[in-house]
């Protein structure tokens, strides 16, 4: 990928690329090798203002606060938000029991569902899955997305600083090139250090952990 001279930033401005990629084509599929997560907006945009703090009483991040000023949609249909437009969370071994069936049940641990109480899936993978999940917010005040995997060892690792981040990537416009594995942001120069923040903070230090650990 060659980089553009928009390559980089955070939170709402690197939402508001998205939104303008969005806005050119509003029903084209958020991801292209895959129908199941449908458009990006449902018909017409239909936002939502107001959403200040999850049920747990933490920020709503700067980036979904953005995103829901201009669509509700997508995150809607992936269960972010009921009919009444209230943010409906799950624990992490909720969100894999439903994604992956029965072998999600290798992520229900009492540990998984206390460490990852507040979580939210998102567009992505085939065999894995991406999940936003509330805890420490890093300097953007934003939360990580991980990618959860079932192929081989069931895992969870970082993989993106935030929901801007990850949507920027989804939506193909964030201007960096991703070397291989889920965590490879760890060596980019602008989303390194938020990527090693939340590794600091939920694993230690380190990107990943197998299931079994938990």
């Known amino acids: 990928m060659v980089l553009g001279p928009n390559a980089g930033g955070h939170g709402e401005t690197l939402v508001q690329r998205v939104i303008e990629s969005v806005r050119a084509d509003p029903g084209r599929l958020v ?54 437009g209230r943010l409906t969370p799950r624990t992490l071994p909720e969100i894999a029991r439903e994604a992956f069936g029965e072998i999600g049940g290798c992520y229900d641990t009492p540990a998984l569902a206390d460490r990852f109480a507040e979580c939210f899936l998102l567009p992505g993978g085939s065999d894995s899955r991406r999940v936003l999940a509330t805890g420490t917010a890093d300097a953007e005040g934003e939360y990580p997305v991980f990618a959860l995997d079932v192929d081989d060892l069931p895992c969870i ?18 201007g960096v ?5 889920y965590s490879s942001l760890a060596a980019d120069r602008t989303y390194g250090p938020r990527m090693r923040e939340h590794a600091r903070n939920f694993f230690g230090g380190e990107y990943s952990e197998d299931i079994a650990n938990w």
């Open 31 to 84: 991801l292209g090798y895959n129908r199941w997560a449908g458009p990006w907006v449902d018909g017409e945009p239909a936002p939502l203002n107001g959403l200040e703090a999850f049920p747990s009483g933490r920020p709503v991040p700067p980036s979904v606060r953005r995103w829901l000023a201009y669509d509700r949609s997508m995150l809607r249909r992936h269960g972010w938000l009921d009919d009444a």
């Open 157 to 174: 690792e970082l993989m993106y600083p935030g929901f801007d981040v990850y949507l920027a990537d989804t939506a193909e416009v964030l």
């Open 177 to 181: 090139e991703r070397g291989p594995g």
